[in-house]
């Protein structure tokens, strides 16, 4: 029996990809709506709630990276890309673009299964309750301010402008300033990784990190430093 407040829709130009996606998801319990391009995903994504958007990068009329940013515009509804391209630029476009997870072409089904559950137990209603019951103090570094509240981040009193996984991955490292953490340490803390992780996901999003720190204030990047062998550790800058 489907669960109509656990929809999904796959927005895909391969009927294959989609009913397989389909046949995988009914057993799981959810209700699944299809778009073969993007035009008609796009309005399906913007017309219709769904509580998991699972959608193709490559699309015929809009593409995957303009649905994404329009649906971001308006909602925050979990997306989940699925691609041919294994392009770092391209994951991190999609990532700055809102996406919560990416996945190269060709795929296991269950793997895709298996990433909705993760994303949805933590964007869940509960566990929304429970991050807001943590304490939120802001973090304040000398002349790095970070804001758990606003989830905001500043600079020497310049806002940085950085996607969901950026600044989680910037709070975590900050807040525990001094103690190394490993790639596969950060990949669990901030995509509450799996055993399908791609740990290279963490090394590209520090480098757009680093990067942006570093056009808000020169040099401001190396704060995150790199530990050979081991991961990263972030340097208050005292």
Request: glycine share 6%; with cysteine.
């Amino acid at each position: 029996m489907f669960n109509h407040e656990a929809n999904i829709l796959i927005v895909d130009d391969e009927a294959p990809i989609r009913q397989l996606l389909r046949l995988y998801l009914n057993k799981e319990g959810f209700y699944v709506d299809e778009a073969e391009d993007g035009v008609s995903g796009l309005k399906m994504a913007l017309h219709k709630t769904y509580r998991f958007i699972v959608l193709d990068n490559m699309l015929p009329g809009i593409s995957g990276l303009d649905i994404c940013k329009k649906i971001r515009a308006v909602q925050e509804t979990p997306i989940l890309f699925l691609s041919a391209s294994d392009s770092e630029y391209d994951k991190l476009d999609c990532f700055e673009a809102g996406a919560d997870d990416y996945v190269t072409k060709p795929f296991s089904p269950r793997e895709i299964v298996h990433r909705i559950h993760g994303i949805l137990s933590r964007t869940s209603k509960e566990a929304y309750q429970k991050r807001r019951n943590l304490p939120t103090a802001p973090i304040i570094l000398n002349d790095l301010v970070i804001d758990p509240d606003a989830r905001s981040v500043s600079l020497n009193k310049v806002k940085l402008n950085l996607t969901m996984k950026e600044y989680d991955l910037l709070f975590v490292l900050s807040s525990n300033h001094g103690t190394p953490f490993s790639l596969e340490e950060l990949y669990k803390k901030v995509w509450k990784g799996n055993s399908f992780g791609d740990f290279r996901t963490v090394v590209t999003h520090i480098k757009r990190l680093r990067e942006k720190l570093n056009q808000t204030q020169a040099y401001s990047g190396k704060r995150i430093q790199t530990i050979w062998g081991v991961g990263y550790i972030f340097n208050d800058g005292s």
